[in-house]
C-alpha cells in the first residue's frame, strides 16, 4: 500500500463487501459505454470498510482549517486597513480592534493545535505517524513518481491507490509544515512587542534574525498566500479524488472510514 510503511495491515471492518457497480467504471475510463450484456457478465468489485482517519486527526484538520480562514481573513485586514465603518470619534467604532483580537486568538489555537498533531504523529494510527509522511526508499519514489503522472501531468489515467495519504500528499503536507512553523515564528515575533506575556516574547529572536520588523511582516504576509494556494490546490484534489476514485475521501475527513478494493488492500 502506498503509505503503509509499517508491517501490519490496516484493520478491516464489516462482513458484506460493497459491490461496485460496472457503470461507475464506465465513467471513469474512456471506452465507450457498457452494453447490457457487458454490464450482466462483470464480475462485482468488493469493497471493505477501512478506519484511516482517527477523531483527534478529524478535529485538529477542521480546528486547523477554521483557523487558518480566520488567520488569513483578518491578516490580510491588518496588512491592508479597510474604512469599512465610520464616526465622528473613534472611541464610538472598535472594529479593527475585534479584529486584531480574532487574529491573535485564532493563532494561539493554531499553536496549540499545532503542537497536539506533533504529538499525535507519534501516538496515532499508522496513517497519523511522522513516519507515514516520509519518503525515502525506491519503492515510495516510484509511487510519487506515479502519483505525478496521473495527477499532475496526466500521462496515465489510473495510479496506485494509497489508502492514507499518497506520497505527493505526504510530500506537500512536509511543506506545509515548515510554512505554518514559520508563520508561528514570525507571527509571534511581532505580536511581542505588543503584550508582556511571555509565550510571544520566546519568539523575539527572530526580529535580528531577519533584519528588521518590517522584513519579517512581509515574510509573515507572503506566507499567508502560501496557505491560501495550498488550500485551493488540496480541495480541488480532494474532489478529484472523490469522483475519480469513488472511495469516500471527502466524506473520510468526517466520519473517518474510507472504503477500499480488497486488490489494493493486499497490494
Known sequence: MATNLTTQPPVIIGENPIVESPIVESLIAPAKSPTAAAIAAAEPVAYRRVYVWELP??????????CIVVLAATGY??????AIFNAPEAYRQYWFGWVRF??????????????FRIYWSFAGNE????????????AQFKDLWGVITTD???IHLHGKVAVGHNYLASLSYIGVFFISLLQVITGFALYAGMTDFFLPRLFTWAIPLFGTD?????WHHLLMWAFVVFTLIHIYLVFYHDWVEGRGTTSSIIGGWKFEKDEDLQG
Request: aromatic share 22%.
Open 77 to 82: 485586514l491588518i496588512g491592508n486597513p479597510q
Open 214 to 218: 518590517a522584513v519579517v511582516r512581509q
Open 152 to 154: 499532475i501531468v496526466p
Open 102 to 115: 480574532l487574529h491573535f486568538a485564532a493563532a494561539y489555537i493554531f499553536l496549540f493545535n499545532f503542537i
Open 127 to 138: 496513517y497519523a505517524r511522522w513516519s507515514a509522511y516520509l519518503t525515502y526508499k525506491r
Open 57 to 66: 486527526v478529524r478535529i485538529f484538520h477542521w480546528l486547523n482549517a477554521l
